[in-house]
């Protein structure tokens, strides 16, 4: 494990309490390897999903990259090359369903206003809706969160890439400015939590 993901590990470890999230199916990573969260604690809550969870605990290997296309909700085409726009890029993945998911978005949104897009920006993957549906469902529960930050919907680049990964919502990964995967947290948690653990991984960079 590197030094980045040992201050992503402790940090979960010692100071995330998780809310529990909206379970989902259990796929298996692609073989090429994409983001994976590891979930401490196997006791569903009453919605099926785990009340606490860590970061994948990994030795030391080569960066893990991925590659994948998608669009906004104002139709821009957008890439893995978003990463290179800031020093740390966290991607939150939720569903329209999800309360747990929709319960945080407030603070996503807040923390994203918070800090200087060079050095953090947020990206929200909406798991449920494809590119290509109605989006109305969509912006209005992005305009009652306050979560004004990019939104990416579903499509098949987007669920080889990352959406494989995903067991339940929200899940969240990290990304550095070059694009090499920090880690993952299965499940919500409160704004000051998430500060905790962004600015330990920035500390580290």
Not at 71 to 83: H, P, R, W, Y
Not at 157 to 166: D, N
Request: some cysteine; charged content about 20%.
């Amino acid at each position: 494990m590197n030094k980045l993901q040992k201050t992503l590990f402790m940090v979960l470890m010692l100071s995330l309490i998780l809310l529990g999230g909206c379970a989902g199916d259990n796929s298996k990573l692609p073989a090429g390897g994409t983001p994976e969260t590891q979930t401490a604690g196997d006791s569903p809550d009453q919605d099926g999903a785990s009340s606490e969870s860590a970061p994948q605990d990994q030795e030391e290997t080569a960066p893990i990259f991925i590659t994948f296309e998608g669009t906004d909700l104002d139709g821009n085409t957008v890439s893995q090359e978003i990463f290179s726009q800031s020093k740390l890029t966290m991607v939150n993945v939720w569903a329209t369903y999800c309360n747990p998911c929709l319960s945080e978005m407030p603070g996503l949104g807040e923390l994203a206003a918070e800090y200087d897009p060079a050095e953090f920006q947020l990206i929200g993957i909406v798991s449920d809706v494809m590119e290509g549906e109605d989006q109305s469902l969509v912006e209005r529960l992005i305009q009652e969160t306050g979560a004004d930050y990019p939104h990416l919907l579903a499509n098949d680049s987007i669920g080889q890439a990352i959406l494989s990964s995903v067991s339940g919502v929200p899940t969240t990964f990290f990304f550095d400015g070059e694009g090499a995967y920090l880690g993952g947290v299965a499940g919500p948690a409160e704004k000051e939590k998430w500060k905790e653990i962004i600015h330990g991984l920035l500390e580290e960079m």
